[in-house]
């Protein structure tokens, strides 16, 4: 059993950044890819970035390439998505997710666990 919970969410103005966190509790997060996803009113749950077990691979959706970055520190059991440069369009419920496998996924029905969200609203 993996639980996650998300902290760094809030309102910005557009142009600005946020640093979200996802800790994990548990002694085998490494052995966990993991994925931030978000949520927007109406639309369907999407891919933002996904990161490998050891960090070595990343895969950030084209709709945030260049400005949003995932990182992880296995040591402490976190996962991190740094936001720069937000949009209005970025406002959604984020949410990460752990996966039993060496690799992300940006599909949320792979993943295992999730958290319960952050909400992330940007204003123009």
């Known amino acids: 059993q993996v639980q996650l919970v998300e902290d760094g969410g809030g309102l910005v103005q557009a142009g600005d950044s946020l640093r979200l966190s996802c800790a994990a509790s548990g002694r085998t997060f490494g052995s966990y890819a993991m994925g931030w996803f978000r949520q927007a009113p109406g639309k369907e749950r999407e891919i933002v970035a996904a990161?490998?077990?050891?960090?070595?691979?990343?895969y950030s959706a084209d709709s945030v390439n260049g400005r949003f970055s995932i990182s992880r520190d296995n040591a402490n059991n976190t996962v991190y998505l740094q936001m720069n440069s937000l949009k209005p369009e970025d406002t959604a419920v984020y949410y990460c997710?752990?996966?039993?496998?060496?690799?992300?996924?940006?599909?949320?029905?792979?993943?295992?666990?999730w958290g319960q969200g952050t909400q992330v609203t940007v204003s123009s």
């Open positions: 997710a752990a996966r039993l496998t060496n690799l992300g996924s940006p599909i949320p029905r792979e993943y295992d666990y």
């Open positions: 990161i490998s077990r050891t960090g070595a691979r990343t």
